[in-house]
């Protein structure tokens, strides 16, 4: 028996067991969590996973994951609540994002309503209006800006005197 487990480890399973609705006990998780007030999602899969009727108003749900036209983190229902969504940027979620292109496709969602990160962070919009709105980031990354923040990075080390050039 691992030193950690044991009669403990089987009453946490249980009591997590016990919790879990009919659907399973991973359903019973991903409720929760997408019960809070920040909720990420990062997987690759082909379903969603993450239900809009499970969030609470003023959520903000950030899906990094599913960077391909054929697999979906989000259902229509997060994009019918959602009153904000934005992305790092609109070409890319074009051809990547499956949870943008569906439900543009159901007309769930336009293209008109998605906007692009920068947008918000330059103060050329608003993005959340009110405490109760829910707000949807569908990140699938930009390998550019990874580059240039790095290089931020380096150079501020450079400028103090830290870090360990290798």
């Not at 292109?101 to 008109?112: A, G």
Request: glycine share 6%.
């Amino acid at each position: 028996m691992h030193p950690r487990r044991g009669a403990d480890d089987r009453a946490g399973r249980r009591l997590l067991s016990d919790r879990a609705q009919p659907r399973g006990i991973l359903q019973a998780c991903r409720r929760e969590a997408a019960e809070q007030d920040v909720v990420v999602t990062i997987t690759s899969s082909r379903d969603p996973v993450l239900r809009g009727e499970w969030l609470r108003p003023g959520a903000l749900v950030c899906a990094a994951g599913a960077n391909n036209p054929s697999s979906r983190e989000l259902d229509n229902v997060v994009l019918e609540r959602a009153t904000f969504v934005c992305c790092d940027w609109k070409e890319q979620a074009r051809i990547e994002s499956a949870d943008l292109i569906e439900p543009i496709q159901h007309r769930v969602l336009d293209w008109l309503e998605v906007h692009e990160l920068h947008e918000v962070v330059s103060g050329e919009l608003p993005g959340r209006q009110s405490h109760d709105d829910i707000v949807v980031f569908k990140s699938n990354g930009i390998a550019a800006w990874d580059v240039a923040i790095a290089a931020a990075a380096v150079d501020r080390a450079r400028e103090r005197g830290v870090g360990l050039a290798l």
